[in-house]
């Protein structure tokens, strides 16, 4: 059988529905390419096989059909670059996988479009300086990390732009969106 002209190898139903569909693309050197749905007939994610390892472009789906995650395998690890989005399209994160891990620069972002931090990644860890924005896109602090752990507050803004903390001397006060003190 075919669907939009790619031989299936393998159709799996769920309460008859499409749960999973397997492609052949070249048997000679057993390339594949599998797509996985959600009940609701909405396509879940798709990858592609060469021999027993993942390899290629991974894209995964919100159940509403929106791209969630687009990125690449390599030897079944995410390796390249990655964008998250948020269901409206907007991008949510984006950096890169190395080996199946976070490495390098990342930018996560609110959903209107503003920087909501900017980390470093060495080995899936966050390491160096990560910075945080408040929504309306002033920055609200400064830490300083070391494999995965914060070992410095270095400064503090209030959404205003009033510094509060600096070189990690002062005040740090967190409100609760009703406006009252965290603590």
């Not at 492609?23 to 096989?49: A, M, P, R």
């Not at 976070?102 to 959903?111: A, L, M, T």
């Not at 900017?118 to 910075?131: E, F, I, P, Q, S």
């Amino acid at each position: 059988d075919y669907i939009y002209g790619q031989q299936i190898t393998y159709a799996n139903y769920k309460d008859g529905k499409v749960d999973m569909v397997l492609y052949t693309l070249n048997d000679e050197n057993y390339t594949h390419k599998k797509e996985f749905y959600y009940s609701n007939g909405k396509l879940q994610e798709v990858f592609f096989y060469k021999g027993d390892y993942k390899y290629g472009p991974f894209k995964r789906y919100y159940d509403t059909g929106d791209l969630y995650l687009s990125t690449t395998f390599k030897n079944s690890k995410f390796n390249g670059p990655y964008t998250y989005y948020y269901t409206s399209g907007a991008i949510k994160e984006e950096g890169e996988f190395l080996n199946g891990e976070r490495n390098g620069e990342v930018i996560r972002y609110f959903k209107n479009g503003n920087i909501l931090e900017k980390l470093t990644y060495v080995n899936g860890k966050v390491d160096g300086m990560l910075k945080m924005y408040h929504e309306n896109g002033n920055l609200e602090m400064r830490q300083r990390w070391e494999k995965g752990t914060v070992v410095a507050l270095i400064d503090y803004f209030l959404e205003d732009g009033t510094q509060t903390l600096e070189n990690g001397n002062g005040v740090m006060k967190l409100y609760h969106d009703n406006g009252t003190l965290d603590f």
